[in-house]
T-cell receptor, first 115, second 116 residues
Framework: AQSVTQLDSQVPVFEEAPVELRCNYSSSVSVYLFWYVQYPNQGLQLLLKYLSGSTLVKGINGFEAEFNKSQTSFHLRKPSVHISDTAEYFCAVRWGDQGAQKLVFGQGTRLTINP | DTEVTQTPKHLVMGMTNKKSLKCEQHMGHRAMYWYKQKAKKPPELMFVYSYEKLSINESVPSRFSPECPNSSLLNLHLHALQPEDSALYLC???????????????FGEGSRLTVL
């Protein structure tokens, strides 16, 4: 079965430091990739998405991610984090035509920014 | 501001009550979703409606009953719930499968349900 793995459940980082949140998925056949952010007591907001084309994708709030087909990864990066980036981050994958409307989420990574 | 609106934001109900959660979107999307999210967990898909027809039911207990009255509205009727059903219920919408479909979901802010 297809799966999404977020390798770190928690990532503590100092303010203005760079951060990488890791995401791997189980199969590289025709994937569509997403990163969502969830602030406390809120819904999920799309940060960025990869559908096709350039493997480096830029999103909102200074985040970017790189699609690596050979490593089946879609890691999220930000060069300098702010206190306001403290949130839960979810990687999500849709596989080609399989269950077209099913978006599979990873377990989430809690990003905590320390001053 | 989210373009998917959910009401109520908070709901407390007893195990014998009947209540409903409501969701509305005006983005012209023809697919709508209910997700359940427990604390510190990812959202779990419950139901998908495509063109107002139920297309996916992820083996959800019958005490949860979805309804899609039109392309903009999605309801989740709740009856005889258990305390373990307490969670954040998220509604989402997307383009439907046979349009310019990208799989991107637009989420509401959720309805936090507590079952006593």
């Amino acid at each position: 079965a297809q799966s999404v793995t977020q390798l770190d459940s928690q990532v503590p980082v100092f303010e203005e430091a760079p951060v990488e949140l890791r995401c791997n998925y189980s199969s590289s056949v025709s994937v569509y990739l997403f990163w969502y952010v969830q602030y406390p007591n809120q819904g999920l907001q799309l940060l960025l998405k990869y559908l096709s084309g350039s493997t480096l994708v830029k999103g909102i709030n200074g985040f970017e991610a790189e699609f690596n087909k050979s490593q089946t990864s879609f890691h999220l990066r930000k060069p300098s984090v702010h206190i306001s980036d403290t949130a839960e981050y979810f990687c999500a994958v849709r596989w080609g035509d399989q269950g077209a409307q099913k978006l599979v989420f990873g377990q989430g990574t809690r990003l905590t920014i320390n001053p | 501001d989210t373009e998917v609106t959910q009401t109520p934001k908070h709901l407390v109900m007893g195990m014998t009550n009947k209540k409903s959660l409501k969701c509305e979107q005006h983005m012209g999307h023809r697919a709508m979703y209910w997700y359940k999210q427990k604390a510190k967990k990812p959202p779990e898909l419950m139901f998908v409606y495509s063109y107002e027809k139920l297309s996916i039911n992820e083996s959800v207990p019958s005490r949860f009953s979805p309804e899609c009255p039109n392309s903009s509205l999605l309801n989740l009727h709740l009856h005889a719930l258990q305390p373990e059903d307490s969670a954040l219920y998220l509604c989402a919408s997307s383009q439907a499968r046979d349009t310019k479909y990208t799989g991107e979901l637009f989420f509401g802010e959720g309805s936090r349900l507590t079952v006593l």
